[in-house]
């Protein structure tokens, strides 16, 4: 167990929805990292927060976008979704945000688009 | 194009013998170096990183890796595979440095133990 959760664990929605992903980092760590990982695009990142901020942006789509709140949690925005983004959307925290710590995975969100 | 790339997309091994999985980059300065491992349906794991200095580095589990400048790889290593082992290994690089704060991972290789 990295500590670190993601809710919910399966979720399924139609294409044109909005979803919401919510991801609670290690207590202690600041930043969050949300990672997309397809059979067509691999594993990529998305968008990474720090203390509330904004601190890289990966491959985010337009469609998507996230917020990292005052206690820390993060929550990942995907709207008018599309069959191509049936996913399983990765959160990971780490200490100070920099590339150098050590990035805690949670287990994942599965979302499936039909 | 910079790239990272993991030419072996699946591996069959036997319990107890020895086991390389390859990772390329292509990136021109050093860039931060990573292994991730992925259990069937769970999150990832961070094995082992590199940023600068002895090149042989050791992980958990019994995994290390060496960074190899002039080939520009780094190929994870493990003496004696276990069942437990069977999972998916993922190479990652943070190009430049680490000075985008962004990890480029591979495509992942399929690691089987056969008993």
């Known amino acids: 167990d990295s500590g670190v959760t993601q809710t919910p664990k399966h979720l399924i929605t139609a294409t044109g929805q909005r979803v919401t992903l919510r991801c609670s980092p290690r207590?202690?760590?600041?930043?969050v990292y949300w990672y997309q990982q397809s059979l067509d695009q691999g594993l990529q990142f998305l968008i990474q927060?720090?203390?509330?901020?904004?601190?890289a942006k990966g491959n985010i789509l337009e469609r998507f976008s996230a917020q990292q709140f005052p206690d820390l949690h993060s929550e990942l925005n995907l709207s008018s979704l599309e069959l191509g983004d049936s996913a399983l959307y990765f959160c990971?925290?780490?200490?100070?945000?920099?590339?150098?710590?050590?990035?805690?995975f949670g287990p994942g969100t599965r979302l499936t688009v039909l | 194009a910079q790239s990272v790339t993991q030419p072996d997309i699946h591996i069959t091994v036997s319990e107890g013998a020895s086991l390389e999985l390859r990772c390329n980059y292509s990136?021109?300065?050093?860039?931060?170096l990573f292994w991730y491992v992925q259990s069937p349906g769970q999150g990832l794991q961070l094995l082992l990183k590199?940023?600068?200095?002895?090149?042989l580095v050791q992980g958990i589990k019994g995994f290390e890796a060496e960074f190899k400048r002039s080939q520009s790889s780094f190929n994870l290593r493990k003496p004696s595979v276990h069942w437990s082992d069977a999972a998916e290994y993922f190479c990652?690089?943070?190009?430049?440095?680490?000075?985008?704060?962004?990890?480029?991972f591979g495509t992942g290789t399929l690691l089987a133990v056969q008993p």
């Open positions: 590199y940023f600068s200095g002895d090149t």
């Open positions: 990652a690089v943070a190009p430049y440095g680490g000075a985008t704060n962004k990890l480029i």
């Open positions: 927060y720090y203390n509330g901020e904004e601190r």
């Open positions: 207590s202690g760590d600041l930043s």
């Open positions: 990136y021109g300065a050093t860039p931060y």
């Open positions: 990971a925290s780490s200490v100070s945000g920099h590339i150098s710590d050590t990035q805690y």
